[in-house]
């Protein structure tokens, strides 16, 4: 049998080894655009790759496959897993190893024009046969690590549909001047994203004040929101409102107010004195900007610095990882319309769905030989 995996990602790679480890006989190449294979891995959890988290569904299938290459890990705080080098590039040549050790094929600086069902794969370096296709090319979020978004064509092509697009995991714009002036500087708070004063999004964690607007785990986490709203023709008035002290009630806060006539022991001076000033002298009003802080949002950054891509192919379109409209063919990664939050959860499906269709593939073809 031979297998042709379009995207040589996080996905398509762990797919192409686990196809060889479960079944040598099996034939497989791996078309990359790029002539370096997994080069996105290396702007993982900043150059470290946050291969997992030890909360995400099937991370123990992810970490056992690393396992058998032999990689060691690390686990950190809230369940993040990293290589032990803490160093992206060692997963990459873990990865990169295992292909030569396993004969994975890999024809690199490869761009795919066309899949044709039975299969021929046409490229700008010629035709490719095979009997099975996984389509691993990635979604389109920062392009200058290889990702275009050519496999959204390529399979609406092949009779898939296709969500709406938008960045995701991306930082956030704002129009209001406080971030600004305090930029560099970061806190621990609860983010809701409204639309039109509606809440859509929340979450809680690190946010970062910026020359532009707002990044962040907890902000990063809430930009899908944001993401879809401006990406439809004619977006909601959208808003940041940050809770800066969420572990405490109004009233709490207020009291400690009361008592010690400042909020400098809690939040920095410089923050402080921003909502003071918004407040005027009314303690009660102070304490509803701190729990409801109201940013005008614009827009994210792009895709330019998401992380992943919003939307895509849906899972519906799908038997596991196994296409429902063109027999052979099998869809994994950030193609796929699936979004995970920020801790390795993203990187944590990309390993997992390739692990699982190469999984599907070989199933098919004992019980068909049977």
């Given at each position: 049998m031979r297998v042709l995996i379009v995207g040589g990602g996080a996905a398509?790679?762990?797919?192409?080894?686990?196809?060889?480890?479960?079944?040598?006989?099996?034939q497989v190449t791996v078309l990359e655009r790029l002539e370096q294979p997994g080069k996105k891995l290396l702007a993982t959890g900043n150059g470290r790759c946050n291969l997992t988290n030890m909360q995400a569904p099937h991370s123990r299938a992810v970490l056992d496959f690393f396992a058998s290459l032999g990689l060691?890990?690390?686990?950190?705080?809230?369940?993040?897993?990293?290589?032990?080098?803490?160093?992206?590039?060692?997963?990459?040549?873990?990865?990169?190893?295992?292909?030569?050790?396993?004969?994975?094929r890999l024809v690199t600086g490869c761009r795919v024009e066309k899949i044709i069902p039975g299969f021929t794969v046409q490229t700008d370096k010629g035709a490719f046969a095979g009997d099975k296709v996984v389509v691993a090319c990635g979604g389109q979020a920062q392009p200058a690590l290889g990702s275009d978004g050519s496999g959204y064509a390529l399979l609406q092509d092949l009779g898939h549909s296709c969500t709406p697009l938008y960045p995701a995991l991306v930082q956030l714009t704002s129009s209001s001047k406080y971030p600004r002036k305090l930029k560099g500087q970061r806190t621990r708070a609860a983010v809701a994203v409204t639309l039109d004063g509606e809440t859509v999004a929340e979450s809680q964690g690190e946010v970062l004040f910026t020359d532009y607007g707002l990044s962040g785990i907890a902000v990063m986490d809430v930009s899908w929101a944001v993401g879809q709203n401006f990406a439809r023709p004619r977006p909601q008035k959208c808003c940041a409102v940050l809770d800066l002290v969420p572990e405490w009630s109004e009233n709490q806060l207020l009291s400690y107010l009361r008592q010690f006539g400042s909020l400098r022991g809690i939040l920095s001076a410089e923050v402080t004195e921003i909502l003071e000033k918004q407040a005027a002298g009314d303690?009660?009003?102070?304490?509803?900007?701190?729990?409801?802080?109201?940013?005008?949002?614009?827009?994210?950054?792009?895709?330019?610095?998401?992380?992943?891509?919003?939307?895509?192919?849906?899972?519906?379109?799908?038997?596991?990882?196994?296409?429902?409209?063109?027999?052979?063919?099998?869809?994994?990664?950030?193609?796929?319309?699936?979004?995970?939050?920020?801790?390795?959860?993203?990187?944590?499906?990309?390993f997992y769905s390739g692990l699982a269709a190469a999984g599907q593939i070989v199933e098919k073809r004992n019980d068909t030989s049977k």
């Open positions: 398509g790679l762990c797919c192409a080894i686990r196809l060889r480890q479960l079944d040598p006989a099996v060691m890990t690390r686990q950190e705080d809230l369940g993040r897993v990293y290589p032990y080098s803490l160093r992206a590039a060692t997963v990459q040549n873990l990865l990169l190893d295992a292909c030569r050790t396993f004969g994975v303690p009660a009003r102070l304490v509803q900007i701190a729990k409801h802080w109201q940013l005008i949002v614009t827009g994210t950054k792009g895709y330019a610095f998401a992380q992943i891509t919003g939307g895509g192919v849906p899972r519906t379109e799908l038997e596991g990882f196994a296409s429902r409209r063109v027999p052979g063919l099998y869809i994994v990664g950030e193609v796929l319309d699936e979004q995970q939050p920020c801790g390795g959860y993203n990187l944590n499906f990309a």
